[in-house]
């Protein structure tokens, strides 16, 4: 790339990408870059216009249930863990709390380095997750669903220390990640009404609080279906995404 500066204009400078990257912006690249200086680093930001293929028509759904322990579940029974980034954000809190105690203008640096790095960690996970739930949503000609986000945090039930990190935690952005990737592949993407999920039996549909015994465990009081709460929450998901969808697709009547 060529870049203008206060000395003139800078020819052949290399740039590193990953293939993926490199391909989008070899066929789909807009005007021109901004270029960005983060923690010792050089960024290029390109604006790619990648034409959208028509969402298909999918044969079924796959629920996907958000939450701390576990990032995100599927009705597949497919599990992402959090547990390694719930570690790796704790050891960021306590190491963010002894920065900030120091109040030192170094400090102050190296606490914004921090962020910034926590984050692009995030993102990495969050990348993956998006990535492998689209994948499988391609393969198998489904859709896929998931909570409307207004609900999530009511229904979300926290250890003391998990609160600390909730208010940041990247529910938006895997929603994000995965409609974006989602609308590249033709996936159709779908938001349900959150309430219950977690404590409505998915076989008998009896609804209590007193059907979630302990925080990872589902356990109906009236038919006794029993099973890990999130896949529970996802099989709830998929179930109301189908129901959606078909009375959007049921035909209508024609008028005598
Ligand atoms: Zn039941």
Request: glycine share 6%.
């Amino acid at each position: 790339m060529s870049i203008w500066t206060t000395a003139g204009r800078l020819k052949g400078i290399l740039f590193a990408s990953s293939a993926d990257q490199f391909a989008t912006l070899r066929a789909h690249r807009r005007g021109e870059s901004d270029l960005l200086f983060r923690d010792g680093m050089w960024f290029l930001i390109a604006t790619c216009e990648v034409p959208e293929p028509e969402a298909f028509e999918p044969t079924d759904w796959i629920g996907v249930d958000r939450g701390i322990a576990n990032l995100a579940t599927t009705s597949d029974l497919d599990n992402f863990q959090g547990r390694r980034l719930q570690r790796y954000r704790r050891w960021h809190a306590r190491k963010r709390a002894e920065l900030q105690a120091k109040q030192t203008k170094s400090a102050n640096r190296r606490l914004k380095k921090r962020a910034h790095k926590e984050a692009r960690h995030a993102t990495c996970v969050n990348h993956g997750i998006a990535k492998d739930i689209v994948a499988v949503a391609q393969r198998t000609g489904r859709g896929i669903a998931l909570e409307e986000l207004r609900g999530i945090r009511d229904r979300v039930r926290l250890y003391r220390h998990q609160r600390a990190t909730q208010s940041s935690w990247p529910f938006h952005q895997l929603e994000r990640r995965i409609t974006y990737k989602a609308r590249r592949a033709g996936v159709p993407v779908l938001l349900v009404d959150a309430r219950y999920t977690s404590q409505m039996c998915p076989r008998c549909k009896h609804t209590a609080r007193s059907n979630r015994p302990t925080r990872d465990t589902f356990s109906c009081r009236q038919c006794g279906l029993a099973g890990p709460a999130d896949v529970v929450a996802a099989v709830n998901i998929r179930d109301r995404a189908r129901r959606a969808w078909v009375l959007v697709n049921v035909p209508v009547p024609m008028a005598a």
